[in-house]
């Protein structure tokens, strides 16, 4: 399985972006996605996941603020972000955990990784 985030980018506090991550490879079974993010010194933490039948979790800082979903028919991956503050700034990575129902946001969990995006925001 291979995945590839694209959508990073510089953005003013406020502003909006959309991550996209594009699976590829042998996708069997059901699967869980999720979006993690690690800034500078800080350990990878979980963003938001769901699971196959659209069910989803959300870690605190970003509810509200932050939508997953995915597109099944494309194995495709999307995080729209709004609301965006300094504090978003990090890398942020999709991952697939195969044979899953359960939208685990504990990265400990998934089994594949994509190369990650730059999400920078400015005050």
């Known amino acids: 399985v291979q995945l590839a985030e694209s959508g990073g980018g510089s953005v003013q506090a406020g502003g909006s972006l959309r991550l996209s991550c594009a699976a590829s490879?042998?996708?069997?079974?059901?699967?869980?996605m999720g979006w993690f993010r690690q800034a500078l010194g800080k350990q990878r933490e979980g963003v938001a996941s769901?699971?196959?039948?659209?069910?989803?979790d959300y870690v605190d800082s970003v509810k509200g603020r932050f939508t997953i979903s995915r597109d099944n028919a494309k194995n495709t991956l999307y995080l729209q972000m709004n609301s965006l503050q300094p504090e978003d700034t990090a890398v942020y990575y999709c991952?697939?955990?195969?044979?899953?129902?359960?939208?685990?946001?504990?990265?400990?969990?998934?089994?594949?990784w994509g190369q990650g995006t730059q999400v920078t925001v400015s005050s």
């Open positions: 991952a697939a955990r195969l044979f899953c129902s359960t939208p685990f946001l504990d990265p400990k969990w998934y089994d594949h």
């Open positions: 490879g042998t996708l069997y079974g059901t699967y869980c």
């Open positions: 769901t699971n196959p039948y659209g069910r989803t």
